[in-house]
Structures are given as C-alpha cells and as structure tokens.
C-alpha cells in the first residue's frame, strides 16, 4: 500500500483533506498537530505530529500503547483481564473536522482522536467512540439528538513558596469586580484566543472560591461538547501560562471548601423541538423529558463513578456547598443535584435544560456524557415518573420526608460509587464490558492510592493533576 491509501479506521477523503490542511497550516506558521484524548481517570493525554505528517496520521494513525486505559492519575497502572498489559498497540486519528489552531500556542493546531485498533475497528475503551455509539442510538431508537455544554471551572495560582503549594492568583470576594480588573489582561486575551478558535462563550466570570473562574460555552451536540471541554481546558492553560500564572482543573485544591465543578447541561431535541420546553408537565417539560430526568435521578449514585470519579471530588462533594449531592431535582434549585434551568421567558424554547451538578473536571467528558444521555434514556423507555420536587437545601429535610420523596445521599466515597456501578446494569451494558472493567479497576485503583491520606493529603496529592 502507498502512503495515501489510508488503513481502515480512517475516514473516507481524510487523507487528501489532511493534505490540504497540512499545507494551510504551515502557511500559518503551525509547525505541530496536538493529538489528544482523555484517558479513563480523567487525565488529557497527548500525542504531537510534526504538520508536514498530518495526512499521514489521517492515513494511518499514529500508535499509542492502550496500557493508559488503566492509568491513574499519579501514572500508576492497574490491569483488567483485558487492559493493562505492556503489549498491543491503538492508532490514534484525528478528528479533522475539529482540527483548530491554537491562538495561545502559537506554532501549534489541535485535534481530538479516535482511537482505533491496528485492524480497523473500535477500541472498546475509547470514550469518544462510546459517547457517538449512545448518541446515535438515541436518535435511531427514539429520534432524539442532544443539546449539551460542559461549565469550566478553575483556580488561577501563583507560583508558591513551598514547592506544589496553592498561592491564589487573584484577591477580591466572590464574583468580585477586584478579582475581574486583577486578572483584566489574562482574561481578555483568554477570551481572544477562545474566539479566534470558534469557541462561543457565553459567560466567563470570577467565582466563589479564591482565586476561581468560570467560562460558560453555547451548546452543540455532545461530541463536540465534550470535544470543547478538552479544548477550553488546553487554552486556558496556555493563556495562564504565558502571563506567569499556573492553573487547576481539580475538583478540589484544598482540604476544606467549595471545589471546581464541571456541571453538564443537556437537553433532548426531537425535529427541531426542544423537550424542555413547550410541554404539559412540570415546568414545560414534556412526558418524555421529565422521564429522561427520572431516569438520570435514578441512576445518579452510580453514575458518580463516572461524574466524580477521583477521591478529590469527595472533598467537593458535601452538603450544602451547592454541588448537588443528594437524589433531588428542582428548578433553578442549586443545591439539587438535578437543575431544571428553563430559561427567561422568550427564549425557553431554545434555552431550557437539564443542569447535573455533581460533576466535576476529573471527569472524562465523553464518558460522563455518554452514562448521563444512558441513564435518561433508560428513563424515557421506561416511561419512568418523576417524583415530586425538592426546593431549598435537601440537608434540611427530616428524615421521614426525605424517604417519601425518595432523596438521599449520593455515596460519600469513591468505592460506594464504584460498587453502585457495579450493580447498575444499564450504564455498564452502556459503556461496554471492556470499558465498565477499567472504569472500576481506575477508581478502585484511585481508592487504594488515597488511603490514608487525610482531606489536606487527597487535596495536595491531586491538586495539579487536571
């Protein structure tokens, strides 16, 4: 075979494209093509291709061991009866459809993989590939397509004195006008970069805890939302680190206090209508959307080994800190796992959505995505009812009330998450065996790696590893 005739895995026209890509980004001064996924613990792991090997990588992908399925995120390995081992090899090939160049690393363009085995078929463990397979059973079973977008939240540091300490970047109170002029400069060209790379943003703002951010992006449909929040990640990075600053992803940084969160929002679209909206039951949401909620309040204890999967996002996940930890839903209820946003009046047909809370950025998105869309469709099949509503803080409810309503706690580790996944049939069958055995082997592996370690310890063990 030539170096143009591609292997199977590739797309059709990819190669004679990647060409032609190739040659435009050169004349953009882009010398390198990041090739980029994230692994099962979360971690966003790279290959690069010098611009010039872009169609053949298109061609023929570009190797890369499947042992990082069942890596930690200290880079530790634990084994599954398939995974684990030192031999085997995947290819990894880019997405060019998202092929972008990076405004704040010049010289360099980025592009999410798929990963493919060396004989042309799926990786089984490949989320990006499990979030398009539930994507398109939803549409072909129930003809639904989604809706979805990933909230970015971050701590900016400085550089501390003791080594891999957290110096907040930035002063001022929650929201603060302080904080915002502070960091006017980073942010502006954050937002710059952002733009000139085709991410829409549709809010960014100082938050709650010191020295934190949030960017709100616009909606696409779920791969490219996942693909986004990879990417908003990758820039701001970038952005920080060329004005001095570090940046942290992790659902928590210090022992005590509100985390990062990576809340998702969704919504189900049928020819153009959006579920949320319009309808005859709660809110406007219409008999399929409220059992698509049902189904993901049903299946969220085990879905926080997807959404929460590091031992740092118990640090996050507590009552009362509005990260959504017990089995409620409510509109606008930010201390509900499950938000209802329907949207300012006008605008409530395009707008309204479904907000799940306890999710942070150790989460890999397509994974994430991929088991929520799961579980609501289990719901929408089932035609499951939702229960009653949950205002307020769910912590203030007795507990007789509590149980009527069917609110509880979500689990308060990661094995009691990982052992309601394990009982929970229906998100396992979702990601796959293969998949489903790393997801426990990691989290478990997760588990042992934490022990002993008290809420300061998990904090500074993972602090800079998302």
């Not at 980029?36 to 990588?57: E, Q, S």
């Not at 006008?177 to 943003?201: I, M, T």
């Not at 229906?426 to 790393?438: I, K, P, Q």
Request: proline content about 6%; charged content about 20%.
């Amino acid at each position: 075979m030539s170096e143009s005739d591609p292997v199977p895995g590739g797309r059709p026209g990819d190669v004679e494209r990647a060409t032609a890509l190739s040659g435009e980004l050169t004349g953009q001064g882009v010398h390198g093509v990041v090739l980029a996924y994230v692994d099962t613990a979360g971690i966003a792991r790279v290959k690069t291709v010098p611009t010039a090997k872009l169609a053949a990588a298109a061609a023929w992908g570009v190797g890369m061991s499947p042992v990082f399925d069942t890596f930690l995120a200290d880079d530790s390995i634990v084994t599954t009866d398939v995974l684990g081992s030192p031999d085997g090899d995947l290819r990894l090939y880019p997405d060019l459809d998202r092929l972008t160049a990076l405004a704040a690393q010049p010289g360099w363009a980025w592009a999410p993989v798929d990963r493919i085995t060396q004989e042309g078929a799926p990786h089984p463990a490949c989320g990006r590939t499990v979030l398009r397979r539930t994507v398109a059973k939803a549409a072909a079973r129930h003809g639904i397509t989604f809706r979805a977008a990933v909230e970015i939240e971050w701590i900016v540091a400085r550089e501390g004195t003791d080594g891999d300490a957290f110096v907040p970047g930035a002063s001022g109170p929650a929201y603060g006008a302080a904080r915002q002029v502070e960091l006017s400069d980073c942010a502006a060209d954050l937002l710059a970069a952002l733009a000139a790379q085709g991410v829409d943003v549709e809010q960014f703002h100082p938050e709650y805890a010191a020295g934190q951010f949030e960017v709100s992006v616009g909606a696409l449909d779920p791969v490219a939302a996942a693909d986004h929040s990879v990417l908003v990640r990758q820039t701001i990075r970038a952005v920080a680190r060329r004005h001095g600053l570090r940046v942290s992803f992790a659902p928590a940084v210090l022992g005590q206090g509100v985390g990062n969160g990576g809340h998702l929002h969704l919504s189900a679209w049928r020819d153009g209508t959006n579920l949320h909206a319009g309808g005859t039951g709660r809110y406007g949401m219409t008999a399929e959307a409220e059992s698509f909620v049902a189904g993901v309040l049903g299946h969220l204890p085990a879905l926080t080994a997807m959404t929460a999967p590091s031992p740092a996002s118990r640090l996050r996940l507590r009552p009362s800190q509005w990260a959504g930890v017990f089995t409620a839903w409510g509109r606008e209820t930010r201390e509900a796992a499950l938000r209802i946003v329907t949207g300012t009046t006008g605008v409530r047909d395009r707008a309204a959505n479904l907000e799940v809370k306890p999710v942070d950025l150790a989460a890999n998105p397509y994974l994430a995505l991929a088991s929520v869309i799961a579980a609501g469709l289990d719901g929408l099949s089932a035609s499951a009812p939702l229960p009653a509503e949950t205002t307020g803080d769910p912590a203030g409810l007795g507990a007789d009330e509590a149980a009527a309503r069917g609110v509880r706690r979500l689990p308060v580790t990661l094995t009691e998450s990982v052992e309601a996944f394990r009982a929970d049939g229906v998100l396992r069958e979702a990601l796959g065996g293969v998949l489903a055995d790393a997801v426990i082997a990691v989290r478990l592996g997760e588990a042992r790696s934490a022990e002993g370690l008290d809420d300061d310890g998990v904090a500074a063990a993972y602090r800079w590893k998302y």
